[in-house]
């Protein structure tokens, strides 16, 4: 009798234990909701958010637009293993943890993951092409254009080609679409030992002719330049100018490759007067660029002069202008791509005027070690995953991988949800910028 009674007490005190869990879950959901559209506004470069919130499954973050912010259900987080990988339709096994569960159905031919509440398909293995979101499967697709237009909607995110087992296109900084040369991002290489093809056009570029004001100013109304460049560019000329350097021009941005065989035949033309055809070509190319290894053509490259004396000069380097961009573009991921010391390596003379978009932080290590692009390429592959830590104290590390096809790329992109930006290395390699 008293061992009944008892047993009646516990399980009631067990009743009221589950009661007052359920309750406080419910009572917590709304504090969080809060603190989530707090965050949003108060700091939007942080990432991991889902680490802070464990019931939110991820909330993807970048600059100041949220991309996404997914509520797990209150029903699955108690319930634990909400998803299933099916094999050949069969539920083969079930995982709570997303990443688990694709990890093993990477590991099995036809099979997908479905989530157990509402039996929605997250991911299939059978169809070619899939976009990738961090480290999140978003969808996957027959055809690669349909794959980039729907990939075209989230940032940050990348198309590996399951049947070739390679990264084909990413939607980090910029959409991207890679080939085997890798010509593609803010730091690829391009000089006459690596030269981009008579038919390359970058995709994405802004006319800066269509946004003057007082400190953007340009001298021809065909401006255009690389999208990312443009708004770094932007930015560097309003400081610029309310910092006294207010007399800045943009005089050259994107040259088709047409343009510059026109630019670099009339110099070897002027220089047939004083010397043989060889010599002349060579001494040519030595100021301007051999067609097909110019920065301009890549949308990348910009000239400067002054409003006092219109046109390149070597004298620009000693201007106001010319010295607050030798001081400061690096802020902006721009460099001074060709000086006089780099000219054995470069083969191009100093060129104070000449500035190339890198991208931040890359601009800021290559100016603090006074490295140019083709040794910067050399350093990031020899010293992978140093941490940098820039002028605004955020963290970055390089990796590079030696093809779109290595393994250990296609491994570190499904791994890392931390990817700030991918580029090629114009030589075949890949260039990984994490910020965390
Ligand atoms: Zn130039």
């Not at 990432?47 to 637009?65: C, D, H, M, T, Y």
């Not at 991207?176 to 730091?187: A, K």
């Not at 021009?249 to 630019?263: A, E, F, H, M, N």
């Not at 250990?408 to 990984?432: C, K, P, Q, T, V």
């Amino acid at each position: 009798m008293r061992h009944k009674k008892r047993k009646r007490r516990s399980s009631r005190v067990l009743f009221v234990l589950i009661s007052l869990f359920v309750i406080s879950l419910f009572m917590l959901k709304g504090p969080l909701m809060k603190s989530v559209e707090a965050r949003q506004y108060i700091d939007p470069n942080e990432i991991k958010l889902s680490k802070v919130l464990p019931n939110f499954e991820a909330i993807r973050v970048w600059g100041a637009n949220v991309i996404e912010l997914k509520e797990i259900p209150l029903a699955s987080r108690l319930l634990g293993r909400n998803y299933g990988v099916y094999v050949n339709n069969h539920l083969t096994k079930e995982f709570s943890n997303y990443n688990k569960a694709l990890e093993f159905a990477l590991g099995h031919e036809d099979s997908s993951i479905k989530k157990k509440t509402d039996n929605v398909v997250l991911w299939n293995n059978y169809r070619r092409y899939v976009l990738m979101e961090g480290n999140f499967y978003i969808n996957s697709f027959e055809e690669v254009s349909s794959t980039i237009e729907y990939g075209k909607e989230h940032r940050m995110s990348y198309i590996i080609d399951q049947e070739e087992n390679k990264l084909v296109w990413s939607n980090f900084d910029r959409q991207i679409e890679f080939t085997d040369e890798t010509s593609q991002g803010d730091l690829f290489l391009i000089n006459p030992q690596y030269p981009v093809s008579s038919e390359f056009i970058p995709n994405n570029m802004v006319n800066l002719a269509n946004h003057i004001n007082s400190y953007i100013r340009v001298s021809r109304n065909d401006m255009e330049i690389d999208e990312v460049a443009f708004n770094s560019i932007t930015s560097m000329l309003k400081d610029a100018y309310y910092d006294g350097a207010d007399q800045m021009v943009v005089i050259s941005t994107y040259r088709s490759y047409q343009r510059q065989t026109t630019l670099f035949n009339n110099r070897v033309n002027f220089l047939l007067a004083s010397m043989g055809a060889d010599e002349a070509r060579r001494e040519a190319a030595t100021s301007v660029a051999i067609p097909g290894s110019s920065e301009h053509q890549i949308g990348l490259g910009v000239d400067f002069s002054t409003l006092r004396s219109m046109g390149v000069s070597q004298d620009f380097g000693d201007t106001v202008e010319g010295k607050w961009l030798n001081n400061n573009s690096w802020k902006y991921g721009f460099v001074i791509r060709y000086t006089e010391e780099k000219m054995d390596i470069t083969g191009i003379i100093d060129e104070p005027w000449h500035l190339r978009y890198v991208g931040v932080p890359h601009a800021e290590l290559m100016n603090k070690l006074n490295l140019c692009l083709e040794e910067y390429l050399e350093y990031i592959k020899n010293n992978l995953e140093e941490e940098f830590v820039d002028h605004n104290e955020d963290s970055y590390k390089m990796y590079y991988f030696d093809s779109i096809y290595s393994d250990e790329l296609l491994e570190f992109l499904y791994n890392n949800d931390n990817i700030a930006r991918i580029s090629g290395d114009g030589m075949g390699g890949i260039i990984i910028t994490t910020n965390y």
